[in-house]
């Protein structure tokens, strides 16, 4: 179809799971969440126990056509002491202060995602920065004002649940639904474009980027942090409106049995995702275990992890020995 966007072609991708355990426990999160005013909350009143705050992040590896690699940052966790152990881990600290990560794009601005910011900025304050346009003060007053936000917990003490003490200096591209030209993409690399969905999400939170590459000879990879506007509209999005050979992958958080609770059109999801061929899925933190364990014995091409995650000092309390979770230390290739 002629209203396919061409984005061009990548001879590569890696993704290095840099953390996916957002939090460690379910049930904390959760118990904290309902004592803080529950998923319809805002984020910034509720008094989350610091020690089960991890974060997600994920570094993108792209080999481009001439053989020129760059690096995408794909998010910056929640917890500043457990993301500055994952990026001197893998390195990231020096590849920021070197200038070697071309961009961060914040996928959404939730907390596991967002507020682990200063481990970032420590490195590299005037990083490119791509972060959906549905902003609240709070996430602004964190990215831009050294931010230190503070809420009563349970014994009425005030506490500080989120802090940042390095402002962001560098470029802002506040993204849109429409793109920067109404194409809905915004280009990063040739053969990388990002799109923005206009979805609403718990804890008040709205929009998030998404990463579409477009791996020569073999087709698009779709890459999420939480993918809460739903994977069928991710994967929709990516067959109907860019050019490609077809759908390769995908990686990320999917959104889908979190808390390991089961709704009945997660099984149709499984048969959906099957229909469209794709060749390999590396799914954790939001996907839900049982989701990625259930596609595994129903032939979905999940990328199964290895006990790379024993080796990091916290563990999920959810990791299961089926490793249909890519988890923490472990990579894919596209
Ligand atoms: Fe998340
Ligand atoms: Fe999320």
Redesign the pocket.
């Known amino acids: 179809m002629s209203d396919k966007q061409d984005i061009g072609a990548v001879a590569g991708l890696k993704i290095d799971v840099l953390t996916e355990t ?1 939090w460690f426990d379910d049930a904390r999160f959760r118990a904290d969440m309902a004592v803080g005013g529950g998923p319809d909350q805002t984020q910034y009143r509720v008094a989350w126990d610091a020690e089960n705050a991890g974060g ?1 992040a994920a570094l993108l590896t792209i080999t481009l056509l001439d053989g020129d690699q760059h690096k995408i940052l794909l998010d910056t966790g929640w917890n500043t002491g457990w993301m500055d152990y994952v990026f001197e881990r893998h390195g990231v600290d020096r590849m920021l202060e070197r200038g070697e990560i071309d961009c961060m794009v914040l996928s959404h601005w ?1 907390l ?2 967002f507020w682990g910011i200063e481990s970032t900025l420590k490195h590299n304050p005037k990083i490119r920065l791509y972060a959906p346009t549905s902003w609240r003060p709070e996430d602004w007053m964190l990215l831009k004002e050294k931010g230190n936000i503070q809420v009563q917990d349970a014994g009425g003490r005030m506490v500080s649940i989120c802090r940042n003490d390095v402002p962001h200096e560098g470029e802002l591209i506040l993204t849109e639904e429409a793109g920067p030209d109404g194409s809905g993409l915004y280009r990063l690399l040739p053969g990388v474009a990002l799109h923005m969905f206009d979805a609403s999400m718990l804890l008040q939170v709205r929009g998030e980027n998404v990463i579409y590459v477009n791996v020569a000879d073999k087709g698009l990879v779709t890459v999420t ?2 993918g809460h506007p739903g994977i069928m509209n991710l994967l929709d999005f990516a067959r109907n409106r860019i050019a490609s050979p077809g759908l390769y992958g995908c990686y990320g ?1 999917l959104h889908l049995s979190i808390f390991d609770t089961w709704k009945p059109e997660f099984d149709q999801i499984i048969e959906d995702v099957t229909r469209l061929g794709m060749e390999k899925m590396g799914c954790n ?2 996907t839900g275990w049982m989701w990625a364990e259930k596609a595994t014995t129903h032939g979905v091409p999940i990328i199964k992890g290895t006990d790379a995650y024993l080796s990091y000092p916290k563990h999920s309390a959810q990791a299961k020995g089926s490793h249909a979770f890519l988890g923490n230390g472990d990579s894919v290739t596209f």
């Open positions: 957002g997600y939730h596991d995602h942090g939480c958080g933190h939001c």
